[in-house]
């Protein structure tokens, strides 16, 4: 298959394969045809509105075919890793490239959609030390904790093949947090636990949502799917691999606005509309309240299909309702002043909501984000 792949590519030809259906679909044989093409693998639940949404996309977008990627650096640096959508090419068989030191890529398909991640380093011992920063806390300043999170996230996704890879891997990204909190951190006054460093406090709940959530996590049921969503992930532009690594969370309001609220469970209020955007994957979540007044859930539903075209549309206590509540951290396990601090919508519940609110959930083993932290132990760091 994917010589095949190979030979379409030659002939400027992508090859995209969409599958619906709940039999396996044999996506290790599959997939190498789309990817050698430069084209993209979907599975689908049925031949619904998504199946059908994403069958005119793949009819009607428009890819290049013959793109190089050229790196170009110091001699004394080295490339130690290329993520991404292509390969190496072998450019000494060109006369102009013959002599140029670069490292090419050959990009399978050129769109938009899609980024690459590289590793660097030095290819010789520095024996002077140079500052290029004028403290440790400069220096974590400088580091954006949404991109640290989604590099991380590549070069972990490209060592998780199996199931049984990405196990291993949750416990790798257990180590890296334990790792900066006692190389960058400081230890808590009277407490075994050492702080976060401050500048890049978020990073903690990003790569927890990694480690729990499709790509590493136990969400997705069959290899097949984990296979699809690794190698669109590894593919994926920056903006979309940072949804398909943190979900973006966001409360319907009265009028038909929004408010983005961070992805806990405690949205799940019986009164409210949900959307969450995973990437690949949206969801509408509709309270059992809201649910049962026809006028009020019709008006949050139109509201909120306009905010994207494939929709999966939850109710409370449906089957289905557990796609949802999985990608959401379980904060309703931490005591209130900790829901308040990461929440700060919880506020504005009354006494009674909030009563109503804890007793719908039910009680489980997997641990908050401050449970998953301490248990590092490591500090909850402030939010922000």
């Not at 199946?51 to 001699?75: E, H, M, P």
């Not at 000494?92 to 670069?102: L, M, V």
């Not at 580091?143 to 291993?168: C, F, G, H, M, P």
């Not at 400081?186 to 401050?198: D, E, G, I, V």
Request: charged share 25%.
């Amino acid at each position: 298959m994917e010589h095949l792949g190979h030979e379409a590519h030659r002939h400027h030809t992508v090859v995209d394969i969409l599958c619906a259906g709940t039999c396996p679909v044999r996506v290790p044989i599959l997939q190498p045809l789309a990817k050698a093409s430069g084209g993209v693998f979907v599975l689908h639940d049925d031949f619904g509105e998504a199946f059908g949404v994403n069958l005119q996309r793949a009819s009607t977008r428009a890819a290049g075919s013959r793109g190089f990627l050229a790196i170009r650096c110091s001699d004394d640096i080295l490339i130690t890793q290329v993520v991404g959508p292509g390969e190496e090419a072998h450019m000494d068989t060109h006369e102009t490239f013959k002599n140029d030191t670069s490292l090419y890529i050959q990009m399978l398909s050129v769109e938009e959609t899609q980024s690459f991640s590289l590793s660097l380093e030095n290819k010789r011992d520095i024996m002077t030390e140079l500052p290029t920063v004028d403290s440790v806390s400069a220096y974590l300043a400088s580091v954006q904790d949404e991109v640290a999170a989604v590099l991380i996230a590549k070069r972990t996704l490209l060592r998780a093949k199996n199931y049984s890879d990405a196990i291993d891997m949750r416990a790798t990204i257990d180590e890296r947090i334990k790792d900066i909190a006692l190389k960058f951190g400081s230890q808590a006054p009277k407490s075994k636990l050492y702080r976060f460093p401050k500048e890049v406090s978020l990073l903690p709940e990003l790569l927890f949502h990694l480690r729990r959530g499709p790509l590493l996590g136990s969400i997705v049921g069959h290899e097949d799917e984990r296979s699809v969503l690794r190698n669109l992930f590894l593919n994926a532009s920056f903006d979309l691999s940072l949804r398909m690594v943190v979900p973006r969370c966001l409360m319907h309001r009265e009028g038909g606005t929004f408010e983005e609220l961070p992805a806990y469970d405690l949205a799940m209020q019986s009164d409210a509309a949900v959307v969450l955007d995973h990437g690949t994957d949206v969801f509408i979540w509709l309270g059992a309240e809201l649910a049962a007044d026809e006028g009020k859930s019709a008006a949050a539903l139109a509201a909120c299909r306009t905010l994207a075209e494939e929709l999966t549309e939850l109710r409370k206590g449906s089957s289905q309702a557990r796609y949802f509540v999985s990608r959401l951290i379980p904060a309703h396990k931490d005591p209130p002043y900790e829901q308040e601090a990461r929440f700060p919508q919880l506020r504005t519940l009354t006494t009674e909501q909030r009563t109503k609110l804890k007793s719908s959930f039910l009680n489980f083993d997997e641990p908050s984000f401050c449970e998953w932290v301490r248990s590092l132990r490591v500090v909850p760091p402030e939010p922000s």
